[in-house]
């Protein structure tokens, strides 16, 4: 069996980033992937400007604490101040700029206003050059790269991209995923449930896991147990997406079709990957129709347990949808916690145990590891990534990876 490690690095081998882009108003820029680098077209701030509301002296008349200068002009934000004269200070609000000679700000906390003279300042802490100014361009420079290409675009980058003036931002096009699942026993939540059947919960998960990383998802249901079935729809799946999805029908069972129906539809890997949850995982391609020139999408089979499913999805599906996005992201790497349980059943396969920090600083351990027990996932934080064959005993230090880092 390959480990997690190389089936990853087979996946990411062959997935290339859409090259198709477009520009799009910045609030609908949310939640994609920026397709070129983004010049400042301003200087942010444009001028050098105070942090703190206070007065604008000159330290050079301010070298002693209970020094008192005169208040010369006052400068709210918005507004531009004239050259400071010796002996004088300006009332400055926060983002003003700091006038002409003035080389610092005193904050208001530290001045106080002399009785009976209300043009005049005692300035109670000695300033040095520089203290609460921000100077021209700290933040962004004109002309200069405010965001890199392959960005992921939150909120915080929409901010920065306003502050550099642009009011629209060029964004790879959505990568676009079909999802489906099977088992004749699944029902959807709402519809009466068949006998010895569940309700389908990798729908929901997946196609939120799908939606948190911007993708354009295509839910093609729930698909019989059967060849012909299966084939059909994965022949549909395969026209207008990059990627196709499915949970369950990956393992060797006779009810298990997916392997025959992308074989025959395309191409196919199957592994039996060394991790736990989630043994069963299948990759390859399926034609998008039977011209060459037609291309292909690519085709994931995820395992129908739903903690295997989701865990899979965060640790393969997850990484391989971002290089299709084009998207810069950083390996997650685990870090070192304390586990506050003992797992003294070492398994031969790379086990992903979910967890929670708790308020000691270490991790708790949730009782019921099972593949099916998907309210471990919802009450955990984060995985531990647990080695083959290595128990783990309270105290030991173990390596965390939390799901909000596996997320979106």
């Not at 069996?1 to 190389?6: D, F, G, H, P, R």
């Not at 060029?170 to 026993?185: I, L, M, N, P, Q």
């Not at 191409?267 to 989630?278: E, M, S, V, Y």
Request: proline share 7%; charged share 20%; glycine share 10%.
């Amino acid at each position: 069996m390959l480990t997690a490690q190389q089936a990853l690095d087979h996946l990411l081998s062959h997935a290339q980033a859409v090259s198709e882009s477009e520009n799009v108003p910045m609030q609908a820029s949310l939640g994609r992937v920026l397709a070129q680098n983004v010049d400042s077209l301003v200087d942010v701030p444009p001028l050098d400007n105070t942090s703190m509301d206070g007065y604008a002296v000159r330290t050079a008349d301010a070298k002693v604490s209970g020094s008192v200068l005169k208040i010369a002009q006052r400068i709210p934000a918005g507004s531009v101040g004239t050259r400071l004269e010796p002996g004088t200070v300006a009332r400055i609000f926060t983002g003003a700029p700091v006038p002409p000679e003035a080389d610092a700000v005193v904050m208001q906390e530290d001045c106080v206003i002399v009785d009976g003279a209300s043009d005049q300042v005692q300035i109670n802490a000695t300033p040095t050059p520089g203290q609460w100014i921000r100077r021209r361009g700290e933040d962004l420079s004109a002309g200069k790269v405010a965001l890199t290409a392959g960005t992921f675009l939150r909120p915080q980058e929409l901010g920065v991209a306003a502050s550099a003036g642009l009011t629209h931002l060029s964004v790879k096009r959505r990568v676009k995923v079909a999802a489906f699942f099977t088992g004749d026993e699944l029902s959807l939540p709402g519809e009466p449930l068949k006998p010895g059947g569940i309700y389908n919960s990798n729908r929901d998960t997946l196609l939120a896991c799908l939606q948190s990383l911007g993708c354009d998802a295509t839910d093609f249901g729930i698909v019989p147990d059967n060849l012909a079935a299966t084939r059909q729809t994965l022949r549909k799946a395969s026209k207008d997406h990059d990627l196709i999805i499915t949970s369950g029908g990956v393992s060797v069972g006779e009810e298990d079709h997916i392997k025959p129906a992308v074989t025959a539809e395309g191409r196919l890997d199957l592994w039996q990957i060394a991790i736990k949850p989630g043994k069963p995982l299948a990759f390859g391609a399926v034609r998008k129709s039977d011209e060459a020139k037609a291309g292909e999408a690519w085709f994931i089979g995820l395992p129908g347990n739903p903690v295997s499913s989701f865990v899979t999805f965060l640790l393969f599906v997850r990484p391989f949808i971002l290089k299709l996005q084009g998207r810069v992201e950083e390996k997650v790497q685990p870090y070192p916690m304390r586990a506050d349980f003992d797992w003294l059943k070492a398994d031969r396969r790379n086990e992903f145990l979910r967890v929670k920090i708790n308020a000691n600083g270490g991790l708790d351990l949730f009782p019921n590891q099972s593949s099916g027990v998907l309210t471990s996932a919802s009450w955990g934080d984060g995985l531990v990534d647990c080695p083959p064959n290595q128990p783990i005993k309270a105290g030991d230090l173990v390596k965390y990876i939390p799901f909000n880092a596996l997320l979106g």
